[in-house]
């Protein structure tokens, strides 16, 4: 969550997902934040929405396909890896 914020361009938007322990805490600086001009939202996780997620999938409501940006075979990935950065993945899929 920390590397979020860190990581996030100016006038990125961070999403804080999932559930953590109550008493976990992260430390950020709120002046990266203000100088950075991030959104920051929070999204708690709800376990019974997964069944109806497959499917909308199973239906083509959603189509998951058009959010694969690249896909990598396992023999690729060390330089994939390598270049991560560069290669501008928004989702990426290992494929055998």
Do not use: C, W
Not at 20 to 36: L, M, Q, R
Not at 45 to 53: D, G, L, R, S, V
């Amino acid at each position: 969550m920390e590397l979020a914020v860190k990581s996030a361009a100016k006038g990125g938007q961070v999403l804080l997902f999932g559930v953590a322990s109550p008493e976990t805490t992260i430390s950020v600086s709120p002046f990266e934040i203000f100088s950075k001009e991030l959104t920051i939202k929070g999204s708690f996780i709800n376990p019974f929405t997964q069944e109806e997620a497959i499917s909308l999938i199973a239906k083509k409501v959603v189509d998951v396909q058009s959010l694969i940006s690249h896909r990598f075979s396992v023999e690729e990935l060390p330089e994939a890896m390598a270049n991560y950065p560069d290669l501008k993945v928004s989702k990426g899929i290992i494929i055998h």
